[in-house]
T-cell receptor
Framework: DVKVTQSSRYLVKRTGEKVFLECVQD?????MFWYRQDPGLGLRLIYF???????EKGDIPEGYSVSREKKERFSLILESASTNQTSMYLC??????????????FGPGTRLTVT | DQQVKQNSPSLSVQEGRISILNCDYT??????FLWYKKYPAEGPTFLIS?????DKNEDGRFTVFLNKSAKHLSLHIVPSQPGDSAVYFC????????????FGTGTRLKVLA
């Protein structure tokens, strides 16, 4: 089974702090994604990476950056946290699970609160 | 512009009955559709998918139906069980040339014992 882990389940940060969210996968998948989930808005793509050091902006990249120095690790960085970045952050990887190569595997999520 | 819509934010169903969750999309270029289930404080888990070349896919108690002309898909759960209580997201995907998945806003299913 694919395992996707995220460094923290819950995080509380102050406005203006730099925040690092880490995601690690153990299946050698090229593609990794960062989403945020907000009530009534579903999952929205922040950034994705299709290879080491390669990244593309998603639908809502403003205020975020990413880093992928190793294949298994994809980091989301909030350069200066703001209260509107309070959200559930979900990391996903894309691989060939149960009969489909289009099935994403998600980590457990990080609930970030910015005060 | 919400390309994938789940118009019912919530649904309650009696245990043993059928649950039907609906999803509409606007872009006819989507050619692959997925359903995910999400429990509180956990990440979404893949449930079932369907390619646009099919109109039905079954996996145990779960069946997904695709109506391309109506740009509509639905997830049927029969029989519904209390453990099915969760938020269900549909997602649409272009399989060529992009890694983007467009998710709906989710439907919270509550199965009453």
């Amino acid at each position: 089974d694919v395992k996707v882990t995220q460094s923290s389940r819950y995080l509380v940060k102050r406005t203006g702090e730099k925040v690092f969210l880490e995601c690690v996968q153990d299946m050698d998948h090229e593609n990794m994604f960062w989403y945020r989930q907000d009530p009534g808005l579903g999952l929205r793509l922040i950034y994705f990476s299709y290879d080491v050091k390669m990244k593309e902006k998603g639908d809502i990249p403003e205020g975020y950056s990413v880093s992928r120095e190793k294949k298994e690790r994809f980091s989301l960085i909030l350069e200066s946290a703001s209260t509107n970045q309070t959200s559930m952050y979900l990391c996903a990887t894309l691989g060939g699970g149960r009969g489909s190569s289009y099935e994403q595997y998600f980590g457990p999520g990080t609930r970030l609160t910015v005060t | 512009d919400q390309q994938v819509k789940q118009n019912s934010p919530s649904l309650s169903v009696q245990e043993g009955r059928i649950s039907i969750l609906n999803c509409d999309y606007t872009n006819s270029m989507f050619d692959y559709f997925l359903w995910y289930k999400k429990y509180p404080a956990e990440g979404p888990t893949f449930l079932i998918s369907i390619s646009s070349i099919k109109d039905k896919n079954e996996d145990g108690r779960f069946t997904v139906f695709l109506n391309k002309s109506a740009k509509h898909l639905s997830l049927h759960i029969v029989p519904s069980q209390p453990g099915d209580s969760a938020v269900y997201f549909c997602a649409a995907h272009f399989t060529s040339g992009t890694y983007k998945y467009i998710f709906g806003t989710g439907t919270r299913l509550k199965v009453l014992a």
